[in-house]
């Protein structure tokens, strides 16, 4: 019965510790941004709008997750080793 009750705490505390162990790296952020800009749109590939949206871009770590902001915007969000560019 004891076990039971243990089990969601510890499925939680695995998967908050696979988040901060997964939780990418700034530069992983910043190609993840180059790479989905350049992708999206061959004018903004070839005037390197994807290179200086990266290069501009502030990484914020929040430990189990992660986010870059350009200009007071959310350009990038990554959890679990993913990166998600909504900019």
Do not use: C, D
């Amino acid at each position: 019965m004891k076990r039971q009750k243990l089990l969601p705490l510890i499925t939680i505390i695995f998967i908050l510790i696979l988040a901060a162990v997964l939780n990418p790296s700034p530069e992983r952020h910043r190609e993840k941004i180059r790479q989905v800009i350049s992708e999206r749109s061959e004018l903004e590939s070839f005037f390197g709008i994807g290179k200086l949206t990266a290069f501009v871009s502030q990484y914020k770590s929040l430990g189990i997750a992660s986010y870059t902001t350009a200009n007071g915007q959310v350009i990038s969000i990554g959890v679990l080793g993913m990166i998600f560019v909504i900019a």
